[in-house]
């Protein structure tokens, strides 16, 4: 089971498209970033500190004199997993002063795609509020807090989503103002790891908090047939639940706080090395690799899913080894032991005390030794595992996914199985892993 921000993703989201809505909202765009921007600054998801991140460089180029690192003040700040933020947004008066003449285009965006409203248009400065009251999210927490999302906002947002791209709104002093569409590129090598994990017998499944629309986008590229969208942090562990009660040996992959309950609760949790602490002491297995010749080569190595597919393969070999070992080590004291106890010294064949000794240590040692040839294991390359999958990876189509959202078909879900999962070695689970 894999995560999609981050893990499948690269995690760097950056804004593509600001679309104002000015015959609702009468609001000009600088006032819009300015205040977006101070909200999201106090934003630890991904999606946030992108959607700050461009807020501070629009700003900053509009007014080099004015750049800083604080665009304004926030309070009452306020983060629900899955829908959006709240909070009161102050001290931003000063970026609300435009120079001039002020028409500009936001870097990305055509002039379809913004409002190109100068601030001191349709408002007198004079009559700014002290503090702005500022939602930021989804459609369903727009609704939650009573805004109305029209028809060719919608339209707008689900144009976005379908190419794969996050949309969020945005609501200022009650009033639906604006849409932000931010897009995250998928991993080079996620296709091959999910061809590769679905060729070793593998069901992989994504899920994410993300929209539908959003989620099926990514999975179609990666080749992923099932996809739980919409899913709050709560519902990652509900899953899993599910999944083990219906007999499925998970490991759940990710690498933000809100994935580190489904890391703890699954078979196995694996994390992403470039992930947060939390999830890393979460999990079970953490994919980092060192002495990388540089900063960027060594984040990329710890981002490799590929990783997760080495894992495996090394489980499997471990397993592997300890049943050899232990198969070896019984045959060798089924003949031995009757040897030294004098069963066949009527035929002649007698064991001296310090050969039965020296054969005792050498069963040791051979098992010792065995055991440490897995110290020679190295990890299949990308390339031997492209020539593998050449001509049988392939994207997929909207209507070959599966898709879920929330907790979606949970109650459909069959009668769990008589008995119970014991507790095994982590290396077994892993090596008879029903679902990733």
């Known amino acids: 089971m894999f995560d999609k921000t981050g893990t499948i993703t690269n995690g760097v989201p950056r804004v593509t498209r600001v679309l104002v809505l000015w015959e609702v909202a009468r609001m000009p765009l600088r006032r819009i970033l300015a205040v977006v921007g101070t909200a999201e600054a106090s934003s630890e998801h991904p999606l946030g500190m992108a959607v700050a991140k461009h807020c501070k460089e629009v700003t900053e180029t509009l007014s080099p004199e004015l750049a800083s690192d604080l665009l304004g003040y926030c309070q009452d700040f306020q983060a629900v997993p899955g829908c959006g933020i709240s909070c009161r947004v102050s001290s931003v008066e000063h970026l609300l002063q435009p120079p001039p003449e002020e028409r500009f285009l936001l870097p990305g965006a055509t002039t379809d795609d913004s409002s190109l409203v100068a601030a001191g248009e349709g408002e007198p400065a004079g009559d700014l509020p002290l503090s702005f009251a500022v939602l930021i999210g989804n459609r369903e927490w727009m609704r939650r807090n009573g805004h109305h999302v029209g028809a060719d906002v919608d339209a707008a947002m689900c144009s976005h989503e379908t190419k794969g791209q996050t949309a969020i709104l945005v609501a200022i002093d009650g009033v639906l103002c604006a849409m932000l569409a931010i897009a995250d590129t998928v991993k080079a090598e996620s296709a091959l790891a999910v061809h590769t994990l679905t060729s070793m017998g593998i069901e992989v499944v994504m899920i994410t908090g993300d929209n539908r629309r959003t989620a099926n986008a990514i999975a179609a590229q990666v080749g992923i047939r099932k996809v739980y969208a919409e899913v709050l942090p709560s519902h990652k562990v509900a899953k899993v639940q599910e999944l083990q009660d219906r007999g499925r040996r998970v490991a759940m992959v990710g690498d933000g706080v809100n994935d580190s309950p489904a890391l703890a609760l699954a078979d196995v949790g694996i994390a992403i090395g470039t ?52 198969v070896f080590a019984l045959i060798y004291n089924l003949v031995g032991i009757p040897i030294a106890a004098g069963v066949f010294m009527p035929v002649g064949l007698v064991l001296q005390p310090w050969m039965g000794s020296a054969a005792m240590a050498a069963s040791s040692v051979s098992v010792v030794l065995s055991s440490l040839m897995l110290k020679m294991y190295k990890k299949t390359s990308a390339e031997v595992y492209e020539a593998r999958a050449q001509g049988h990876m392939r994207s997929l189509r909207s209507s070959q996914i599966s898709a879920h959202a929330g907790l979606e078909g949970q109650q459909r879900s069959p009668a769990p199985l008589s008995g119970t999962i014991q507790a095994r070695d982590r290396y077994s689970l892993l090596e008879d892993l029903n679902v990733l």
């Not at 939390?278 to 960027?296: F, K, M, P, T, Y």
């Not at 984040?299 to 393969?313: F, G, I, R, Y």
């Open 275 to 326: 992930g947060t602490d939390v999830a890393i002491e979460a999990a079970d297995i953490v994919l980092i690799r060192a002495n990388a010749s540089a900063e960027r080569v060594f984040l990329a190595a710890q981002n490799n899913l590929l990783d997760v597919v080495a894992s495996v393969e090394l489980s499997k070999k471990t397993v592997r080894r300890i049943r050899t070992n232990f």
